[in-house]
C-alpha cells in the first residue's frame, strides 16, 4: 500500500477551490488546466508527459480510493503531482459527475499546435467541424485513437476539448494522440491537402458509397475524415472543399446513424484500407 497522510484537506482549501472552478471554461483557459476524473483517465494522465513534463500536477483522492488505487496514487507521486487526501463531499464538490470514482486529477493542457500536426505527415486524421456535443467529440477522439489515426483536429466552433464531459468520454484517449484545437475548417482541410492528405467528407447525403470506395481500392492513402454538427451536419461550402463526399450506406431501415457511430465506421474502413497491401501502412510503417 502507498502511505498517505492522515489529514484530510478542508473542503474550504484554497486548492479544492482553485480545482472546483476548473468545471467553468474561462477558468480552464485562464489557468491551461483541466480535470481528469476516474482511475482510468487519471492512470493515462499520470502516464503522460509533453516535452519532458508529466501533465498530472495534482491528484485529489478519498481514503478508500488511494488504499484501492494505490498504484496510481504512487504514479502520481513519481511524477510530482501533489496528492490530497479529501472526504467524499470534497470530491463530490470538485467532480462533474454524479457518482465519482474517488479520483480527480488536475492536468496541464496538452494540445498540439496544427503545425507539428501537418509535420509528422499523418496518414489518418480525424477533423470535427462545428461539433458541438462534448460527448460525441470524446467519443469520435476514443474511435480515432482505437482506429490507428495519427491526430484529431477539433476546428475553432467545435467544442473545448477539455469539457470534463468530452474528457470522460475519451476514456483517456485524449492523453494518446496528438489533438489540435481552434483552427479554422477551411484552413485544416487546405493545409491537410497540402501536405498530400486525401480529405473525405462524411455527410449521409453523399454521392459516393463508403462499400464502393473501399472495393474500388480508392482508400488506402493518407485521409482526413471531416465530421460535421450533430444536427446540421457540414455545410455546403465545406463539402466543396473535400476531395469527395462520403456516406456510410444504410443497408437496414435505419433512419441514420449518429456522429460518434458514422466515425467509428469510417476510421475504421481507413485504417482496414490503409493496413491492406498496397496501402500507406504497409508500405510506410512508422
Known amino acids: 500500500m502507498v502511505p498517505v497522510s492522515p489529514e484530510l484537506i478542508s473542503p474550504r482549501s484554497a486548492r479544492v477551490a482553485a480545482a472546483r472552478r476548473l468545471a467553468k471554461r474561462n477558468f480552464r483557459g485562464k489557468d491551461r488546466l483541466f480535470l481528469a476524473e476516474g482511475p482510468q483517465a487519471v492512470r493515462e494522465a499520470a502516464a503522460h508527459r509533453d516535452g519532458g513534463q508529466a501533465t498530472l500536477v495534482e491528484l485529489f483522492a478519498t481514503v478508500e480510493a488511494a488504499e484501492r488505487y494505490a498504484d496510481i496514487v504512487g504514479e502520481a507521486r513519481a511524477v510530482g503531482a501533489r496528492v490530497h487526501l479529501a472526504d467524499e463531499d470534497v470530491i463530490a464538490d470538485i467532480s462533474t459527475t454524479v457518482t465519482p470514482q474517488g ?19 499523418p496518414r489518418l486524421v480525424a477533423v470535427l467541424a462545428h461539433v458541438r456535443d462534448p460527448g460525441n467529440a ?6 480515432a485513437d482505437a482506429a490507428g489515426a495519427e491526430a484529431v483536429v477539433l476546428t475553432d466552433a467545435s467544442v473545448d476539448l477539455y469539457n470534463p464531459k468530452a474528457v470522460r468520454a475519451s476514456v483517456g484517449s485524449l492523453f494518446h494522440l496528438p489533438v489540435a484545437v481552434g483552427v479554422p475548417v477551411e484552413e485544416a482541410i487546405e493545409r491537410l491537402k497540402g501536405a498530400g492528405v486525401r480529405i473525405l467528407a462524411a455527410d449521409g447525403a453523399g454521392d459516393r458509397d463508403l462499400d464502393e470506395e473501399l472495393d474500388k481500392g480508392t482508400m488506402g492513402g ?50 482496414r484500407a490503409q493496413r491492406a497491401p498496397g496501402g500507406c501502412r504497409s508500405v510506410t510503417q512508422s
Not at 482526413?224 to 457540414?234: D, K, R, S, T, Y
Not at 465545406?238 to 476510421?267: F, Q, W, Y
Open 103 to 121: 479520483l480527480v486529477g488536475v492536468c496541464r493542457f496538452l494540445d498540439t499546435p496544427f503545425e507539428d500536426v501537418l509535420a509528422a505527415r
Open 138 to 143: 470524446g467519443t469520435v477522439l476514443r474511435c
Open 222 to 271: 493518407p485521409t482526413a475524415w471531416v465530421f460535421g454538427n450533430e444536427a446540421w451536419g457540414l455545410p455546403e461550402e465545406t463539402r466543396e472543399l473535400a476531395d469527395a463526399v462520403v456516406r456510410v450506406p444504410i443497408h437496414g431501415k435505419a433512419e441514420s446513424l449518429n456522429l460518434a457511430t458514422a466515425a467509428a465506421v469510417c476510421l475504421y474502413a481507413s485504417a
